[in-house]
Each structure stands twice: as structure tokens, then as C-alpha cells.
């Protein structure tokens, strides 16, 4: 009777795919602006070069040796959606950096220039009506404030 060998996982590209999907997830981290951002690229960057070399050690078992590392379909499949995680996170990662910087933008707690914008019934209104105090100085109001929301990026 001839020896049966085991049939066993192909891990490597298991890791491949958890490592491309870690670098993606790496670039929407950038975007929270933690400590140390600057290095959440490069982070991305490293984990999907380890990706590749983890889906390429993994198609090359898969092919290589079928009866031991079953799975050829899905190892190509997935070794697939893989890379297009690792050239969405590389995408991200150099896209990211042309974002230019906001200096220009007030920080929190800081007084807003004034400013006139469009309401939604098409009248101008301006930053200093709204913090204006009210027309009967009878009683006593509360201080008035504006939540301003500026969306990082330029489209």
C-alpha cells in the first residue's frame, strides 16, 4: 500500500494575505493623525514588500508540491485579492503624501477670521451675525458660539 502523505496548509500565503490586509489598514490609520504618523507609511510600506514575499513563497509551495500543499485554486485566488491590497496600500501611501499640509488653518480654540458664506436659502451670512448679541440688549443671553468643521484635503 503506498504511503499517504498528509495534506497540509499553505500558511504562507494565509500571512501574505493578513500582512496586505495589515498595510491597508496601516494607511487608514495615518489618517487619525497619531504620534509618530510619518512612520505609519513606511510601516505600510514594509508590510506589503513581506506580503509579496510571503504570497510568493506560498504559490510556489502550492505549485510546486500539489499533494502536500493542497489548494492551487485558492491560493491564486487569494495570492489575487492580495495584490490588490498591496497596490491599494502602496496607491495610499504615495497618494497620501501629496495631500498638502494645512499651516494655514486655525487650531482649536482659536478665534475664526470673519468670514460670509451662503445659507441654505441662498442669503449671505457672515461669522459676525451669528456671534453678533441679540437686537434687545434687555436681557441678559448667553454667549453665542459656531461650530466650525474643516475637512482635511482638497478636492
Do not use: H
Not at 42 to 69: C, D, H, T
Amino acid at each position: 500500500m503506498p504511503e499517504m502523505s498528509k495534506n497540509r496548509r499553505n500558511w504562507a500565503v494565509w500571512a501574505g494575505f493578513l500582512l496586505a490586509l495589515g498595510a491597508v489598514l496601516c494607511n487608514l490609520v495615518f489618517f487619525v493623525n497619531l504620534p509618530g504618523g510619518r512612520a505609519i507609511a513606511g510601516l505600510s510600506m514594509l508590510l506589503s514588500a513581506v506580503a509579496l514575499i510571503f504570497l510568493g513563497l506560498g504559490l510556489k509551495r502550492a505549485f510546486e508540491q500539489p499533494p502536500v500543499y493542497r489548494g492551487k485554486i485558492l491560493s491564486s485566488m487569494l495570492s489575487f485579492v492580495s495584490l490588490l491590497l498591496v497596490g491599494a496600500a502602496v496607491f495610499a501611501s504615495f497618494s497620501a503624501r501629496t495631500i498638502p499640509t494645512s499651516a494655514g488653518a486655525p487650531q482649536t480654540g482659536q478665534k475664526a477670521p470673519d468670514f460670509t458664506l451662503i445659507d441654505t436659502d441662498g442669503q449671505p451670512v457672515s461669522l459676525g451675525q451669528l456671534l453678533a448679541p441679540a437686537a434687545s440688549e434687555s436681557e441678559v443671553m448667553p454667549t453665542k458660539s459656531v461650530l466650525l468643521i474643516f475637512y482635511r484635503g482638497y478636492w
